[in-house]
């Protein structure tokens, strides 16, 4: 009897691959222009300003509906969890440039001076001299067409103009990402292994792309789903034909009726029923939810009683909010060195080849190579700061700012799942000139502080989290994490490239100072903001130093630490520092009642149903997410199409 053959083992399943690779740069240049038009444009719905970007969720939907056609007709070419989370990353890297915090501002920074100054503003006397004309657009023909409209970026003169100042601000970006991602891998395996952070923004990404389909058949998902999607059909069709009933979900704004003070003081208190928020918000463990809605309005009640007693009399930015929060922000920070110390010694002593409990075989890069890359590329910035005129110490002590609330930011979305990161007007050329004194630093130290506004005005878009989130999805999905690395490079830097490439195009179409620009805040105020804080550091005799600024920073850095201890010594203590630091800001506005709403109704889950319970639920509240972005998503893309009036369902 002839022996049969052994069967062949299972072939493995498509994980990284060069298709999935294409296909996600394919589709990084159709998302660049979909951001500018809505978020610039048409001002209609801004994607890059929440923790998980609409526009990917909806690419990936697509994507996942088209492959279970595949999986069912032609299952050969259908794509694997890896090669969709793959594309899911690369999109959301790629929308990060184009972002409402990172290129729609810096390209603003780059022009807006020369165009808009005039006697009465005074920035030719002010400030002109020291501005590093290689890093912007000085010429008065090329903006132009850029401010006027109705022209071509296509043009040799045009295209030669801004090829300089563009190639050597997307290096610069390419070398600071590339940092970034050097200190995502030092921290990949405490984090993803060690600690096992639970990354929750990347929980709808994984279900959607798993290929047994089981979030897909789930009721409660598909309720969920519906209800979203129906609040958004309802709401643009009342917008579009006033006679069709509206699901109200923006109620009212409580500045409508606090109009005396103090309780003018609260300042904008909107009222709104947010799906995805909802969603979302179920996603984040109790303590954050909680902490998120209970410190916006210990913020709120910091402004009233200012207004009361009158403590900002003299001192208008009293009780200095911003500066608290970015207190907070880097005691986040220095929590995550603190507990990573005992590790961070161990990768240094298997960087520098000596006996070490950790093996980095598996990690993306060796070690030594990852503190290599950290040490040229934090010299390369900090060259390029020096040689465009701040002063060796300011220097230093901003890429050390900036790089620790990077690490804050990563780690809030690592362990907690924060579904924004804002913190407005904080960054390290604020919280520099506020500690040491504008008048104290260099002139061009200054000027490089109005362009860094370019990448620190806020950090919603910051692209150090979908990076640590990349390697999270890769432990879990299979994917390769080493040519992982060069994939999250190449798409940071593909994207890049097309923000500027996007921005640009539109902007010398529609004009980026004209009636074209529903609002011109993206054009105009982004741009005149750092601006005007220049002129006033320079007009004589310069802001006083404020020491209460500082004091204040370091009060919102020891709350944040005492917080911290806090929750390590008492397994009940509610408050959570992440909740502190993030809730000042302008999404938590929008966000916190919807916040509010998820941790009672998650309260209430676990309560009666336990771990069984939320589980059970969970599918819901992912299909509020889906549902809101994937129909919202499809909405704003048929607007923005059509020209019709668009709900705006988020900002």
């Given at each position: 009897m002839p022996k049969r053959p052994s069967p062949s083992p299972p072939a493995k399943p498509r994980t990284l691959t060069f298709r999935a690779v294409a296909l996600g740069l394919g589709l990084i240049p159709f998302n660049a222009f979909w951001i500018v038009y809505s978020e610039v444009i048409r001002y209609a719905a801004h994607p890059t300003t929440t923790s998980l970007f609409f526009n990917v969720i909806f690419c990936l939907a697509v994507l996942v509906a088209i492959n279970a056609a595949l999986r069912r007709y032609a299952p050969r070419w259908a794509f694997s969890q890896g090669e969709l989370l793959t594309i899911y990353?690369?999109?959301?890297?790629?929308?990060?440039?184009?972002?409402?915090?990172?290129?729609?501002?810096l390209i603003s920074v780059m022009a807006h001076p020369f165009w808009f100054a005039t006697p009465d503003n005074r920035w030719q006397s002010l400030f002109f001299d020291v501005l590093p004309r290689h890093l912007m657009m000085p010429d008065l023909e090329v903006l132009r067409g850029f401010y006027l409209g109705e022209s071509s970026l296509y043009r040799t003169s045009v295209v030669l103009a801004w090829l300089r100042p563009v190639a050597i601000w997307?290096?610069?970006?390419?070398?600071?990402?590339?940092?970034?991602?050097?200190?995502?891998?030092?921290?990949?395996?405490?984090?993803?292994?060690?600690?096992?952070?639970?990354?929750?923004?990347?929980?709808?990404?994984?279900?959607?792309?798993?290929?047994?389909f089981a979030l897909f058949r789930h009721r409660g998902m598909w309720i969920g789903f519906a209800l979203a999607g129906l609040v958004n059909v309802a709401n643009t069709l009342h917008m579009n034909a006033p006679s069709w009933p509206e699901i109200p979900t923006r109620v009212l704004n409580f500045n409508q009726f606090l109009t005396e003070r103090p309780w003018n003081a609260l300042g904008s208190t909107p009222i709104q029923f947010l799906p995805f928020a909802i969603g979302l918000g179920y996603l984040l463990?109790?303590?954050?939810?909680?902490?998120?809605?209970?410190?916006?309005?210990?913020?709120?009640?910091?402004?009233?009683?200012?207004?009361?007693?009158?403590?900002?009399?003299?001192?208008?930015?009293?009780?200095?909010?911003?500066?608290?929060?970015?207190?907070?922000?880097?005691?986040?920070?220095?929590?995550?060195?603190?507990?990573?110390?005992?590790?961070?010694?161990q990768v240094f002593r298997r960087a520098l080849g000596r006996p070490s409990d950790l093996d980095d075989a598996t990690e993306p890069l060796s070690y030594r190579a990852a503190l290599i890359g950290l040490v040229v590329g934090v010299a390369l910035l900090l060259a390029f700061l020096v040689a465009h005129g701040v002063t060796p110490w300011v220097a230093v002590a901003f890429l050390a700012i900036y790089l620790m609330l990077s690490i804050s930011?990563?780690?809030?979305?690592?362990?907690?799942?924060?579904?924004?990161?804002?913190?407005?007007?904080?960054?390290?050329?604020?919280?520099?000139?506020?500690?040491?004194?504008?008048?104290?630093?260099?002139?061009?130290?200054?000027?490089?502080f109005a362009l860094s506004w370019g990448f620190n005005r806020a950090y919603r878009s910051h692209p150090m989290p979908h990076q640590s989130e990349g390697f999270k999805?890769?432990?879990?999905?299979?994917?390769?994490?080493?040519?992982?690395?060069?994939?999250?490079?190449?798409?940071?830097?593909?994207g890049a490239v097309w923000a500027f490439w996007a921005l640009l195009h539109v902007y010398y179409v529609e004009g980026a100072a004209t009636a074209n620009v529903a609002a011109p805040f993206v054009p105009q105020v982004f741009g005149r903001e750092p601006y005007q804080r220049l002129a006033r550091w320079l007009t004589p005799p310069g802001p006083p130093v404020d020491p209460a600024q500082t004091w204040f920073i370091a009060g919102g850095l020891g709350f944040s630490l005492f917080l911290t201890a806090m929750r390590g010594i008492f397994l009940w203590w509610p408050f959570h520092p992440v909740g502190l630091a993030v809730s000042s800001s302008w999404a938590m506005g929008y966000l916190w009642l919807s916040l509010m709403t998820a941790w009672?109704?998650?309260?209430?889950?676990?309560?009666?149903?336990?771990?069984?319970?939320?589980?059970?639920a969970l599918p819901f509240f992912l299909g509020l997410i889906l549902g809101e972005f994937v129909v919202g998503g499809a909405i704003n893309l048929l607007g923005l199409a059509f020209g019709f009036q668009l709900y705006r369902f988020w900002g």
């Amino acid at each position: 009897m002839p022996k049969r053959p052994s069967p062949s083992p299972p072939a493995k399943p498509r994980t990284l691959t060069f298709r999935a690779v294409a296909l996600g740069l394919g589709l990084i240049p159709f998302n660049a222009f979909w951001i500018v038009y809505s978020e610039v444009i048409r001002y209609a719905a801004h994607p890059t300003t929440t923790s998980l970007f609409f526009n990917v969720i909806f690419c990936l939907a697509v994507l996942v509906a088209i492959n279970a056609a595949l999986r069912r007709y032609a299952p050969r070419w259908a794509f694997s969890q890896g090669e969709l989370l793959t594309i899911y990353l690369v999109l959301s890297l790629g929308s990060c440039m184009v972002g409402h915090d990172l290129f729609q501002v810096l390209i603003s920074v780059m022009a807006h001076p020369f165009w808009f100054a005039t006697p009465d503003n005074r920035w030719q006397s002010l400030f002109f001299d020291v501005l590093p004309r290689h890093l912007m657009m000085p010429d008065l023909e090329v903006l132009r067409g850029f401010y006027l409209g109705e022209s071509s970026l296509y043009r040799t003169s045009v295209v030669l103009a801004w090829l300089r100042p563009v190639a050597i601000w997307i290096a610069f970006f390419t070398v600071l990402i590339g940092v970034m991602m050097c200190l995502n891998v030092i921290w990949r395996r405490q984090w993803v292994v060690n600690e096992r952070l639970s990354f929750p923004i990347v929980e709808l990404p994984l279900r959607m792309t798993d290929e047994s389909f089981a979030l897909f058949r789930h009721r409660g998902m598909w309720i969920g789903f519906a209800l979203a999607g129906l609040v958004n059909v309802a709401n643009t069709l009342h917008m579009n034909a006033p006679s069709w009933p509206e699901i109200p979900t923006r109620v009212l704004n409580f500045n409508q009726f606090l109009t005396e003070r103090p309780w003018n003081a609260l300042g904008s208190t909107p009222i709104q029923f947010l799906p995805f928020a909802i969603g979302l918000g179920y996603l984040l463990p109790l303590d954050l939810s909680f902490s998120c809605w209970f410190f916006f309005w210990w913020w709120k009640g910091q402004s009233v009683l200012t207004a009361i007693y009158g403590w900002n009399d003299g001192r208008p930015q009293f009780p200095y909010i911003a500066e608290q929060s970015a207190g907070a922000y880097l005691g986040v920070a220095l929590f995550v060195i603190w507990v990573s110390r005992h590790y961070l010694r161990q990768v240094f002593r298997r960087a520098l080849g000596r006996p070490s409990d950790l093996d980095d075989a598996t990690e993306p890069l060796s070690y030594r190579a990852a503190l290599i890359g950290l040490v040229v590329g934090v010299a390369l910035l900090l060259a390029f700061l020096v040689a465009h005129g701040v002063t060796p110490w300011v220097a230093v002590a901003f890429l050390a700012i900036y790089l620790m609330l990077s690490i804050s930011v990563s780690r809030m979305r690592a362990e907690l799942g924060s579904p924004a990161h804002d913190l407005h007007y904080a960054g390290p050329d604020h919280l520099l000139s506020v500690t040491v004194g504008a008048r104290n630093l260099s002139k061009p130290t200054l000027a490089f502080f109005a362009l860094s506004w370019g990448f620190n005005r806020a950090y919603r878009s910051h692209p150090m989290p979908h990076q640590s989130e990349g390697f999270k999805l890769a432990q879990v999905s299979g994917l390769p994490t080493r040519p992982l690395l060069w994939v999250m490079l190449l798409a940071s830097l593909w994207g890049a490239v097309w923000a500027f490439w996007a921005l640009l195009h539109v902007y010398y179409v529609e004009g980026a100072a004209t009636a074209n620009v529903a609002a011109p805040f993206v054009p105009q105020v982004f741009g005149r903001e750092p601006y005007q804080r220049l002129a006033r550091w320079l007009t004589p005799p310069g802001p006083p130093v404020d020491p209460a600024q500082t004091w204040f920073i370091a009060g919102g850095l020891g709350f944040s630490l005492f917080l911290t201890a806090m929750r390590g010594i008492f397994l009940w203590w509610p408050f959570h520092p992440v909740g502190l630091a993030v809730s000042s800001s302008w999404a938590m506005g929008y966000l916190w009642l919807s916040l509010m709403t998820a941790w009672v109704l998650k309260f209430a889950i676990l309560r009666a149903g336990g771990l069984k319970g939320y589980r059970n639920a969970l599918p819901f509240f992912l299909g509020l997410i889906l549902g809101e972005f994937v129909v919202g998503g499809a909405i704003n893309l048929l607007g923005l199409a059509f020209g019709f009036q668009l709900y705006r369902f988020w900002g």
